[in-house]
């Protein structure tokens, strides 16, 4: 058992799993609901073990309904349970609209003040193949709508971390992983909330900004290092919480560098880097050497073939390009 | 071994006047609510419940106070009857800052958690999630509370209504369906839309406790509502109760009701309205006179009109909290 206050190197998904557990212990309100979340252990494996440490009555098998589960979740938030919700897959949301955004996102606004305190953690995002409804990163439509607090974590640090203050927070919280990266490991200092709303610098650079979040920030951060190699100091700002937003530490950083490129793995027309660039200009455009240009995934659906699908989803190299032509390089 | 006594040989006389002044308090509320609308203090539509007024009294009757209730846009006379103070209900659906929702929610979306009121919807089935998850909530925590979720037959071809049913009968929870069966999906008769119109015979299949029974009779109401809760408690899972009703005025104020349905049929259920026939039943057993019936009724117009009274003089909600954001 992982003990509070230490530092192990966990998997993302270990990492997800150890703030799972321990929200559970310490909070006997926490339960865990989902489909084949308790005795398959979920689908990539993340709450596997964690029904036989809780037992079924807080860790339960879910029929396949999403919008039925959601809103029962709700329904138990209201009433004095915490209830954390895996969705199986981001695209599966879209199943559940109305409870979502109609019921959820809305109940604390219309009640005038009643708390929420839900999570419902969900993986989304391409590269596996999985084609056009198991491959989405669908954040736009959460951050269009007032009233759910949106977690998009690139690191198993901040994944642990955020995943943490989630479970803790009053108000329902949607917290995205990325299939890529539950088996991308790094250090976790169990038990250390990282706050919801603030976002870091993930590599300090002077001559362009790069803001990202979710797997793509790791493809920024190799995009980094090869314009490194061609002499280009790039800083790259994980966004990590999409709402609330933390604009001054986009901001900040383009104080310095004067150049922001946005790279997200969503769809461009509407999505997060469209809001950001309007946010941007809108406070900070006497800072701007030029346009601020995003690289996202092209606006149609994920297709199925390898080279179809690269041909769609960001990489380095193509975050890389786009930082040159913002840089006029 | 001798039929079991119906719930409602436990009631007192007190309790029998009281459900009367139910009926009568949701019939003056909603008479003042239509009021205000014609006079223009009442934005919106305004979905009237009349002709279903045994539903909410004896539902409410039946439940403890500390019960959940999720409800529909037409359910002003649960929240009444589960004890959600009239006042700041009357205020929150004229928009006021006294309201139960400081305004925000409005006749759509009345919340009042102490109440066990987790919410009316604007979304046909769209709270009878909600009841589902309150009556998980209440087991796991061992709270013995039953959830009750109140929906018309128009929600039943919903999905979420479907995965409610089966997820509240395999995990065996303490909630009670209560469909009104008042014939009409808003404008459209129920067997133009479901094949099967029997919806409990429809629902058994789900592996629920099922009953259909006269939603006009507020004593029949109570019986089968006290029933349900009795057996959600003892564990024995979910009940799906189908109420045979009716609605005598349109979908909202501005429908008269008569473009989809026939006068005679409207006249024929009026003449079987909860308040007259209950109120005839009273005085034939002698458990009050006319005068009685008076004075419960003078009772329930001076409650309305001391909650409106309460509601119009409260001001408008304050702007700055609001727009300071949606998070606690």
Redesign the interface.
């Known amino acids: 058992m992982s003990v509070a206050g230490t530092l192990e190197t966990l998997t993302f998904g270990q990492a997800v799993k150890a703030a799972i557990a321990e929200e559970m212990r310490r909070d006997e309100r926490v339960v865990l609901l989902g489909e084949d979340v308790a005795h398959h252990g979920g689908m990539f494996q993340v709450t596997k073990g964690l029904i036989d440490e809780f037992g079924d009555e807080r860790v339960l098998d879910t029929p396949i309904s999403e919008s039925g589960f959601i809103g029962m979740a709700l329904g138990a938030a209201l009433t004095g349970l915490r209830p954390v919700v895996e969705l199986m897959f981001f695209d599966f949301s879209l199943v559940a609209m109305d409870q979502l955004f109609n019921q959820l996102a809305k109940t604390t606004a219309m009640s005038g003040g009643l708390p929420v305190p839900l999570v419902i953690r969900t993986q989304g995002g391409g590269y596996k193949g999985a084609a056009a409804q198991h491959s989405q990163m669908l954040e736009a439509l959460f951050l269009h709508m007032p009233g759910l607090k949106v977690v998009a974590p690139s690191s198993p640090a901040d994944a642990h971390g955020l995943l943490l203050s989630a479970i803790r927070d009053d108000n329902p919280v949607f917290f995205i992983e990325h299939k890529q990266l539950y088996a991308a490991s790094g250090p976790v200092a169990l038990g250390a909330e990282q706050p919801i709303g603030k976002a870091h610098v993930a590599r300090e650079g002077s001559d362009v900004t790069i803001a990202s979040y979710s797997y793509t920030l790791q493809q920024a951060l190799q995009a980094a290092d090869l314009l490194a190699a061609d002499g280009v100091e790039a800083e790259v700002v994980d966004i990590r919480t999409l709402n609330p937003l933390d604009l001054d530490a986009v901001g900040a950083s383009l104080c310095k560098t004067h150049h922001l490129v946005i790279a997200h793995e969503a769809h461009a027309r509407c999505g997060f880097g469209a809001d950001l660039a309007a946010q941007v200009q809108e406070k900070y455009f006497d800072e701007l050497d030029a346009p601020v240009l995003r690289l996202c995934a092209a606006d149609v659906p994920v297709p199925f073939a390898k080279n179809l699908e690269d041909a769609v989803l960001p990489s380095p190299d193509k975050i890389k390009s786009r930082v040159l032509e913002c840089l006029g390089k | 071994m001798p039929p079991a006594k119906k719930p409602r040989s436990q009631l007192t006389r007190d309790d029998l006047l009281g459900l009367y002044r139910q009926i009568v308090l949701m019939m003056r509320f909603e008479e003042r609510l239509l009021a205000e609308s014609q006079a223009g203090n009442l934005r919106g539509s305004l979905h009237l419940a009349k002709g279903q007024e045994a539903l909410p009294a004896g539902a409410g009757k039946a439940l403890r106070p500390d019960d ?1 209730l ?1 409800m529909t846009y037409r359910g002003h006379g649960y929240a009444l009857a589960k004890g959600v103070d009239l006042g700041r209900m009357a205020a929150e659906i004229l928009g006021r800052r006294d ?7 409005g006749k759509m ?1 009345l ?1 009042d ?1 102490a109440h066990g009121l ?2 009316a ?3 046909v089935a ?13 087991q ?2 061992g ?1 013995g509370r039953v ?1 009750l979720t109140v929906f018309g037959d128009g929600a039943v071809n919903q ?2 209504a479907m ?2 049913f ?2 509240a009968a ?1 995990w065996k929870l303490p909630v009670i369906f209560l469909c009104e069966n008042n014939l009409y999906a808003e404008m459209t008769p129920l067997g133009r839309s479901t094949a099967e119109t029997d919806l409990a015979h429809r629902f058994a299949g789900f592996g629920m406790t099922t009953a259909t029974f006269d939603g006009n009779d507020v004593l029949e109401v109570y019986d089968q509502v006290a029933l349900a809760a009795a057996a959600c408690r003892a564990g024995k899972g979910p009940v799906f109760l189908q109420a045979m009703t009716y609605r005598t005025c349109g979908h909202y104020q501005l429908d008269p009701g008569l473009g989809y349905r026939t006068k005679e049929e409207v006249a024929e259920w009026e003449a079987k309205s909860p308040a007259h026939r209950y109120a005839g039943w009273l005085t034939k057993e002698k458990h009050t006179d006319k005068a009685g019936l008076a004075k419960l009724e003078s009772e329930a117009l001076a409650a309305v009109d001391q909650a409106f009274s309460f509601a119009l003089a409260s001001p408008e909600p304050p702007v700055d909290k ?1 727009l300071a954001g ?3």
């Open positions: 959940y999720t309201g139960l929702c400081g305004g925000q929610g979306h919340f958690p987790l919410g919807n604007g979304i769209g709270g009878i999630p909600t009841a589902v998850g309150a009556a998980w909530s209440s796991h925590q709270l959830a999905g979420v995965e409610s089966n997820m395999v609001m949606v998070f606690v």
